[in-house]
């Protein structure tokens, strides 16, 4: 698996948020990823800035558990 990143890592804990769950109860994925986008898009820098330190982490942590990983995307 590919490491997440900022945006992955954004929408997981959005999704754990129960704050922002409750305004979404049974709404589809898709809606709730366009809601998502919309406030990552509006984030503040310094929340962005936190996201991306978070996926470089992840990516290093990544890069230890898996060091001969290498990303071949698939054709369909």
Do not use: C, T
Not at 37 to 44: E, Q
Not at 54 to 73: N, S, T
């Amino acid at each position: 698996p590919r490491p997440p990143n900022s945006w992955i890592l954004f929408r997981a804990d959005m999704l754990r948020d129960p704050d922002f769950r409750a305004q979404y109860p049974n709404a589809h994925q898709h809606v709730i990823s366009k809601a998502l986008s919309v406030l990552w898009r509006n984030a503040s820098k310094e929340v962005k800035e936190e996201y991306e330190r978070r996926a470089e982490g992840a990516k290093l942590q990544h890069m230890i558990l898996h060091p001969d990983y290498v990303y071949r995307p698939q054709r369909k």
